[in-house]
Nanobody
């Protein structure tokens, strides 16, 4: 079975840092485009950052310069390093794997910035 398991969320003060991890299994991780999404209360899920199989990356304007996405194909793990966190970053963060033609989602991890 395909699984994406996020970890690393938690509560942090504004200006602090967190690193999220997403461990994939049941699919060929290195062949998939990966992404982090987030969803705040009352808002739609939005893309935070993507990293393709070729390691090209994109970032939402709101997180550019503060967040860094990376992947370790040998560990089938996706990361999101989050620095200079703001209260607006409070959300449930989801890991996504796009392995054409399929898309898989993790269960989410809560990040709360106060």
């Amino acid at each position: 079975d395909v699984q994406l398991v996020e970890s690393g969320g938690g509560s942090v003060q504004a200006g602090g840092s967190l690193q999220l991890s997403c461990k994939g299994s049941g699919f060929i991780f290195r062949s998939c485009d990966m992404a982090w999404y987030r969803q705040s209360a009352g808002k739609e899920r939005e893309s935070v950052s993507t990293i393709n199989a070729d390691r090209s990356t994109t970032y939402a304007d709101a997180v550019k310069g503060r967040f860094t996405i990376s992947r370790d194909n040998s560990k089938s793990t996706l990361y999101l390093a989050m620095n200079a966190l703001k209260t607006d970053d409070t959300a449930v963060y989801y890991c996504q794997a796009h392995c054409f033609p399929y898309t898989y989602w993790g269960q989410g991890t809560q990040v709360t910035v106060s």
